[in-house]
């Protein structure tokens, strides 16, 4: 079985401050691992995955097998970034798992 | 293609009734899926096709559910004898092969 855990429901920070959300997962295969975003009034849409290993919107985040873990970092936080994120697995029958998701607040 | 296509967007009806929601998505895609959302979770994966085939259904997922795809195109996601626990957003999203989904914005169901 496979599950997605984001500890944090809330986080808030300021503006120009650091900012990571937590991911853990448990997979026993090889997962691919996702961030999807939700701003206000819009729908999900894809913020960035492992493999690409690209940074978007100056978000980052390294699967680390080891630890099982998938944490969005970003070193300077934006007003902008205020969202709902959620972490994803993939597994290998192209079913997609979705963490509860952490709402991010950043104060300006 | 404006992206995936959700209808209708709000549904409200009494328990014991049916209801159906309709699913288009972008037009190459072959894979399709159906999510539910309800408050303070994230998705919880209900169905997929690739094409028109249905090829995993959640064991979550009641008899009262059933999904198709007809023609590998739009699909539609039934709930029959409607339940309150049924009350959520129905989400649906399609894929190629690279793995990114696509939402659409939503079905939300309201079951008084």
């Known amino acids: 079985a496979q599950r997605v855990t984001q500890p944090e429901k809330l986080l808030s920070v300021f503006k120009g401050a650091p900012v990571e959300l937590k991911c853990n997962y448990s997979y026993s295969g090889s997962p691919e691992l996702f961030w999807y975003v939700q701003y ?8 960035l995955r492992h493999i690409s290993r ?7 985040a390294d699967l680390n097998k080891g630890e099982t873990s998938f ?13 709902m994120y959620y972490c994803a697995l993939q597994n290998t029958g192209n079913q997609f798992y979705f963490g509860t998701g952490t709402s991010l607040t950043v104060i300006p | 293609d404006t992206g995936v296509s959700q209808n209708p967007r709000h549904k409200i009806t009494k328990r014991g009734q049916n209801v159906t929601f309709r699913c288009d998505p972008i037009s190459e895609h072959n894979r399709l899926y159906w999510y ?7 998705p919880e994966f209900l169905t997929y096709f690739q094409n ?3 090829l995993e259904k959640s064991r979550l997922l009641s008899d009262r559910f059933s999904a198709e795809r007809p023609k590998g195109s739009f699909s539609t996601l039934e709930i029959q004898r409607t339940e309150q626990g049924d009350s959520a957003m129905y989400l649906c999203a399609s894929s190629l092969f ?15």
């Open chain 1, 54 to 60: 690209e940074s978007i919107k100056g978000f980052t």
């Open chain 2, 52 to 54: 028109e085939a249905q």
């Open chain 2, 98 to 112: 690279t793995g990114e989904l696509f939402f659409g914005e939503g079905s939300r169901l309201t079951v008084l």
């Open chain 1, 40 to 47: 206000s009034r819009q729908r999900l849409q894809l913020l």
């Open chain 1, 71 to 83: 944490h969005l970092k970003k070193p300077f936080a934006q007003e902008e970034d205020s969202a």
């Open chain 2, 36 to 42: 539910r959302q309800t408050l303070g979770q994230g």
